[in-house]
Structure formats: C-alpha cells, structure tokens
C-alpha cells in the first residue's frame, strides 16, 4: 500500500480531526508558542496549559528534577490567568486552525465555572479538558478527581457552563480504580476523558538529606510511565469506555508514532505527548507521519480501525 492513501483522520466527540495527536497541556504553552519548532496547525488538536480564574505564581523553585526515565514537575498551575488569557491568547488562537482545547483548573468547582462560562460562548475554542488531577497543588487538584461524588459534582457543574464545547475530564493515576472515577465523570456528561496526569513521586539529595523539589513532591511524567499509562487507557477502555461510545485520550510518556500507536490499539481514539516536546519540540508532529507511515506498511486504510484491536497472544 506504499503510495495508497490512508485515511488517519478521527472522530472524537462529535468532532472531525485531521489526527489524532494532540499535545499534551503545560508542555508546549497557551497557543503557538512553539511554532518556530512545530506546525501546529498540523497536529489533531491542541490542549492550552491549564488556566485558572486567577493568575497563579506555582510553586517555589527547584520545581523540575530530571529522573531515570523522565522527570518530576511541581510546577503548581503556575499561569497568567484567565484575563490575560482572553487579552493575549485567544487572538493567537484564533488565528490557529487546529482546534483548540482549554484546559481548566482551580480550587473550587465555582472557579472551573466561572473560567468555563467566560470561554464557553468563544468560536475560536472547540472544548475545554477538565483538570482534576494536578497533583502539585494544595488545595483543588487532585483532590476532585480522587473521590467520585467529587468528581460527578464538578463534571456536571462545568457540563452546564460548557454548552455544546466538547468537555474532556482529566484522570488522574492517583486512584484507587480509574474506572470508578472514569464512569463517575461519564455520567455526569464528559464527552471524552484524557488519561492520565503524572504519578505522585519523590526525588532525595543524599548529600543535603532534603526532596530536591521544594514542594517535596512532583508529578512523574515521561517513558518511565508510558506501560502503566497504556494499561491503565485498555482498562477504562474495557470496562467503561467501550460500551459507553466514549473515546479516550490516551497520554503518558509517548515520544513516537509506535508509542502512540500501542495508546490506539489499547483502546485510546487520540493521544497527546508531553515531556517528549521538551526534547524533540516537533516530536508531535514527527508522530503525525509516523502513524501515515504505519498504515501504509501494514495495509491499514484507516487508523481509527486500530482504536481498540488488542487481541491476545
Ligand atoms: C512541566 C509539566 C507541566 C504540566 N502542566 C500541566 C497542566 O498545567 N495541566 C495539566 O492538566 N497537566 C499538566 N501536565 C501533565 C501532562 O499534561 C501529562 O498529563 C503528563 O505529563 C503525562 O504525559 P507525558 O508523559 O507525555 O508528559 C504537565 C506536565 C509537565 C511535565
């Protein structure tokens, strides 16, 4: 099928994307910050770094710390807030034809909708993700999407501030079963859900005897978490997502088209990379013609056939 077309186009939530990569939100900035290094209007859609109502400084520094296998971030929701965002970004992106997702965070369910509201009646904004999961903050956070009352009070709250923007809800790993929480936000009217934010971590100098991160912890992202991330998407795939027509976005350390592609065939519609754009800022796109590539070689005519193919040995 070398020189045939292949269709990798997808629906995801009522919308039609010309991909199904997205970038991951906090890692590549509010609108095209990146584009010296990537076209972004090339990708599947992108997700804005989280906006809260009110600007936010984060956390104190050191707040990054390289690991093994990725690196730990307590960065704290550290934005512009939403005024500036309106003011600075949105003209930027209006201008971006990828559709645009902006990804909400706050301490109180008011302030998810109040940040919602203000964005709801925009055209340049296709949808809004749900951040219930940071786990660099003290109050909010990760604190909602920990217990399913929580998480079914906030989705459904922000469902009605939304209209008719697609609402993504953001899970986090932190839990006792995903899947609870992943049918809590279903219910309560998610269009689709990402998974998954960072894992809860810890860095020690052993020469001071001290966290290196000020906040002692941070959130785990990169390679190190991508075989948990993917078990983790087929396990809400199987058990709720399947059966509910509910499609996933599945992210977690990917860095290539292959490592995407084990996200699709888990059960994931779509996936954003992260940590890989800090190394390789076009590493988005660069997966873009790697999953075309795919396709091609393996006489797949249309990536969205691969969404949830596992089969076992
Ligand atoms: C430096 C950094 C900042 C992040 N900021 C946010 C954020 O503002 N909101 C959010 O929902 N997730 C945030 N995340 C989490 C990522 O979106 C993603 O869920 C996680 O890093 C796993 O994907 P990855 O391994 O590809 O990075 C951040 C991650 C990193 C590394």
Not at 118 to 144: H, Q, T, Y
Not at 196 to 224: H, K, Q, W, Y
Not at 248 to 261: C, Q
């Amino acid at each position: 099928m070398t020189n045939r077309e292949v269709d990798i186009s997808i629906d995801f939530a009522g919308l039609r994307l010309a991909n199904p990569v997205f970038t991951a939100s906090g890692t590549c900035g509010y609108a095209d910050e990146l584009g010296d290094f990537l076209d972004i209007n090339s990708l599947g859609g992108f997700i804005t770094k989280s906006i809260t109502h009110k600007p936010r400084k984060g956390n104190p520094v050191p707040r990054i710390v390289e690991t093994d296998a990725g690196m730990l971030n307590a960065i704290g929701l550290a934005n512009i807030g939403l005024d500036r965002f309106i003011e600075e970004k949105l003209p930027v992106i209006a201008q971006m034809s990828v559709p645009v997702f902006v990804n909400v965070a706050g301490e109180l369910i008011e302030e998810y909708v109040a940040v919602v509201e203000r964005l709801a009646g925009e055209k340049a904004i296709a949808g809004f993700e749900l951040n219930i999961s940071c786990p660099n903050v003290a109050k909010g956070g990760i604190s909602f999407g920990r217990d399913p009352e929580q998480v079914s009070e906030i989705t459904s709250a922000v469902r009605k501030a939304a209209g008719d923007k697609v609402l993504i809800v953001k899970l986090s790993p932190c839990v006792m079963d995903i899947s609870v929480i992943a049918r809590a936000a279903i219910e309560a009217g998610a269009d689709a859900l990402s998974l998954i934010n960072t894992f809860t971590a810890m860095v020690v100098d052993v020469e001071s005897r001290t966290p290196v991160l000020a906040n002692r912890t941070g959130g785990l992202s990169g390679p190190a978490i991508k075989p948990i991330a993917v078990y983790l998407v087929n396990k809400v795939y199987r058990e709720v997502a399947k059966e509910a027509g509910v499609p996933l976005l599945g992210l977690g350390g990917i860095r290539t088209a292959s490592d995407a592609l084990e996200f699709l065939i888990a059960g994931a519609s779509a996936v954003a990379v992260g940590t890989a754009s800090f190394i390789q800022p076009d590493a988005a796109a660069r997966i873009v013609v790697g999953m075309r590539d795919y396709c091609r070689r393996h006489d797949v005519a249309r990536l969205s056939d691969l969404v949830g193919s596992l089969t076992s040995k």
